[in-house]
């Protein structure tokens, strides 16, 4: 037994392999010894008939996280089959037989093609492709060997598969802002070029076989490798419009469009956190102002909050002290017909706030906002101040909870400390630097574009 196993490979829970009669010199599997069959992620996939035979035409983006580098395949189909993928669904594939190169060894296994968009590993190597010749050690990872990058830059001849400065595009409204000047300095300091793109002069083609993205003059931004959202609210639906375009040709965006157009929407935001378990102030809404009695008697009566959904920067929340108040004001608005939440009011708060800054699962600085004597709202624009605070672990898990459910990289979620303990109040997608760096001396700039780096340029 024991001799038996000395002639197999080992091998860890991923390793790189290569493809030669698909001109694949390099892919990252998961070694998954669960899945009997194992698969490739491939796009475009198209059979077509070939001297009486079935064959298949497809491409496969090799390199996790980089959807410019790519093989076009072809081979013959030798079987179709029903998988049941990870999530459940079956799933009609294409199958096809292929020699595989892993460490010295080489061998012809079976290769099932999906176009399963995995973000992850771009092959599963299952336990059919393993019998008989190797073993896995499930603590290692890469023991056959690690591909650094440029030797990835050097296989696919690729000059997108970077090991230096990244090409990066600020998507935003105003160079001049502090939080884009800061973004431009830090990207400068670490290498990369950045351009600032104004969202009002991009505009784009769409077309299924050649999209593009055009900056005011001509210039085509297609060569990009990340880009950074900084959209103000009333941008959102043309900025998402051009994100998902930048989504489309492969460029990482450091907040998808699909993110942010959740974020932007007050309400899904607010179930969209309550699904996730975080708990929010009870909040009321409703369409027809004949409902205001019981809307209010919901939240729990007056003193209550009244929050336009449009408004931002405090100015369309308004505190109603009494229950008159209450009623007048959401009949007001309901009457020029704005879209209003009504909420619980949190007068323990005392006009305090927290800010949290969220990039990748990490809360990176806080502050409290303090709002001005004789204000409920903390908001630096209505006269509050940030101060140094240090948050508890509970609101730090809330905080990275709270980006995770809005699935932002980037986000600076607010949170009111209550009675009943930490309350969400919202997350939002492009939060400002100023009154967060100047209050902790943090250098949130630069981790926002680390966090670029680390899915472009070290990720093994
Ligand atoms: N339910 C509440 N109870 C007590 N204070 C509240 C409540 N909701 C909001 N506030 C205070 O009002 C401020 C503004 O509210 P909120 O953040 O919901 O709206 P906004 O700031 O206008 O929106 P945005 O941050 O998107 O610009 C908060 O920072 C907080 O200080
Ligand atoms: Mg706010
Ligand atoms: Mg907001």
Known sequence: MNQMNEAKMVVGSDEWCAFPSLNIPAIKAKVDSGAKTSSLHAVNIQSFPRNGEQWVSFDVHPLQDNRKTKVHCEAQIIDQRFIKSSNGDKEKRHVIRVPISLGEKSWSVEVTLTDRDSMGYRMLLGREAMTGRILVDPEGQCLLGERSQDVLAELYKSPDIR??????????????????????????????????????????????????????????????????????????????????????????????????????????????????????????????????????????????????????????????????????????????????????????????????????????????????????????????????????????????????????????????????????????????LQGIETATNEDIASRMIMAIEKQLLHKK
């Open 163 to 432: 090991t230096g400065g990244l090409k990066i595009g600020l998507l935003a409204s105003n160079p001049d802002l502090y939080s884009n000047r800061r973004i431009i300095e830090a990207a400068e300091a670490r290498g990369h070029e950045i351009q600032f793109l104004n969202i009002k002069n991009c505009y784009m083609k769409l077309d299924a076989t050649t999209p593009e993205i055009h900056y005011r003059g001509g210039r085509v931004l297609n060569d990009l490798d990340a880009v950074i959202p900084r959209i103000r609210p009333s941008m959102t639906f043309y900025a998402c419009t051009l994100l998902r375009q930048f989504e489309s040709l492969g460029i990482y965006c450091l907040n998808t469009s699909i993110a942010i157009s959740q974020s932007r929407d007050k309400l899904r935001s607010l179930q969209l956190l309550l699904d996730n378990g975080l708990d929010i102030p009870t909040t009321g809404f409703a369409n027809s102002p004949l409902d205001t009695g019981d809307l209010i008697d919901m939240v729990g009566g007056a003193p209550l909050i009244i929050k336009l959904l449009e408004g931002t920067q405090g100015k369309g929340v308004v505190l109603a002290e009494t229950r008159k108040a209450a009623d007048s004001v959401i009949n007001a608005f309901k009457s020029l017909n704005a879209n209003i939440l009504v909420q619980e009011f949190i007068k323990e708060a005392s006009g305090k706030d927290l800010r949290c800054f969220v990039i990748d699962g990490r809360v990176v600085a806080s502050i409290q906002r303090v709002a001005a004597p004789g204000e409920f709202r903390a908001n630096i624009h209505q006269g509050g101040h940030a101060e140094l605070v240090k948050i508890t672990p509970d609101e730090k898990r809330i905080a990275i909870k709270a980006a995770k459910a809005m699935d932002l990289r980037v986000a600076g979620v607010d949170i009111i400390r209550s009675n009943k303990g930490p309350l969400l109040l919202e997350v939002n997608s492009s939060p400002g």
